[in-house]
């Protein structure tokens, strides 16, 4: 269901009347360590280029009726949500992916790194029976309510593509850093690169507070830091009111060698808080708020009765967004992002 409802919000391509784009205040940070033994390595392998738009979330909040303190009884308030951006383009994103990677890839080879093939790496230990995947497509099973996008003339190795379509990208429980140590050892040294940008729009207001049922969000197009999607689970068999979190990021990596079960060298590249990108899309506060009734009771010979009422409210936003002006203002604060880490890392090589 979620799958058709986000082929339809991304069928058209309407333009709609708002300001220029401006970014916010950009505040990045990094975590990193032994750059200098990294000095001499010549050549990089890209294990990972992820550009993650969201087009779309819903949610869902239930309370549970029952005798009230005080006398009462209060019957059931469930709320659903759901938001949405129409008119974003595969395409857009695509071009979008398509040129911060090459962005990346100049600033690399300008340096004077050569850029191992995906030919040479699928030869390496590390990736013994891996499945090799071609970039360049829209995956939306990764994340939810995400087109999540990797480079046209980009090929990655991931351990296995489920069912659904999700990638496991391998990694120690999940974490993908802990295969990179093995992964330029394997590679003779080689510098290992990982970037996965995250553009969020939806933004979580007080969500589930309040006496009933209540969800709120607003509008707020960023580059996150590190966040959590709240979306309303899929699951065939679930709790009413149900939602799933999955945690994103936006980083810019970079390891180097093999010592122990870790790297020699390591950069991280995040933010300190989101970068905001004003002008591309309408700001908006989005409630679904229920709260059902409370009965006192009417007294019978037979006991007492309640007549109470449950309570239900369903809300919808669709969002119409201007292809142009997306692409425009999210470039531009994925590319701020991304070419001030790698200049960075670049720099610590000196």
């Known amino acids: ?8 919000l991304l069928s058209g391509a309407i333009a709609a009347g708002v300001t220029a784009q401006t970014l916010g205040e950009f505040k990045p940070k990094d975590q990193s360590y032994g750059l200098n033994k990294a000095k001499d390595a010549k050549r990089i392998y890209i294990a990972g280029f992820d550009v993650n738009f969201q087009v779309y979330n819903e949610k ?34 695509i071009d979008i992916t ?4 090459k962005e990346y890839t100049d600033k690399l080879t300008a340096k004077g790194l050569t850029i191992i093939t995906a030919d040479e790496a699928a030869k ?3 990736y013994e029976g891996w499945d090799r995947i071609k970039g360049g497509k829209i995956n939306l099973a990764q994340i939810p309510g995400v087109m999540a996008v990797s480079p046209s003339a980009f090929e990655y190795f991931v351990k296995k593509v489920d069912k659904d379509g999700k990638e496991k990208k391998g ?31 939806v933004q979580d207001q007080n969500a589930f507070q309040g006496n009933g049922a209540n969800i709120k969000v607003k509008t707020n197009l960023r580059i996150i830091d590190t966040e959590g999607i709240t979306m309303a689970s899929d699951a065939k068999i679930k709790m009413k ?20 079960a870790g790297a020699t060298t390591a950069y991280t590249g995040t933010l300190s808080k989101p970068l905001t990108i004003g002008g591309v899309i309408e700001d908006t506060r989005v409630q679904s708020f229920a709260n059902a009734g409370v009965a006192q009771g009417n007294a019978t010979i ?34 701020k992002f991304l070419a001030f880490h790698t200049d960075e890392f670049l720099k610590g090589l000196k």
């Not at 398509?98 to 990677?101: A, E, N, R, T, V």
């Not at 330029?184 to 990982?194: E, F, Q, R, T, V």
């Not at 309640?306 to 470039?331: C, L, M």
């Open 171 to 201: 990694g120690f429980l999940g974490n993908e850093a802990s295969k990179y140590a093995k992964l330029s050892k394997d590679l003779d040294d080689a510098i290992i690169g990982s970037v996965d940008i995250t553009v969020l729009f």
């Open 241 to 260: 009111g149900q939602n799933t979190v999955t945690t994103v990021t936006s980083t810019v990596a970079f390891y180097h060698g093999k010592m122990g």
């Open 302 to 335: 037979y006991g007492t009765f309640y007549s109470v009422r449950n309570a239900s409210n369903k809300n919808a936003k669709i969002i119409t967004v201007d292809p142009a002006k997306y692409s425009e203002g999210v470039y531009s604060g994925a590319s």
């Open 60 to 93: 869902e909040d239930f309370k549970q009726g029952g005798h009230q303190l005080g006398g009462g009884m209060k019957g059931d308030a469930s709320a659903s949500l759901s938001i949405g951006l129409d008119g974003l383009d595969e395409k857009t994103v």
């Open 124 to 126: 390496i230990e590390a």
């Open 98 to 101: 398509d040129k911060l990677y």
């Open 1 to 8: 269901m979620k799958r058709m409802l986000l082929s339809v």
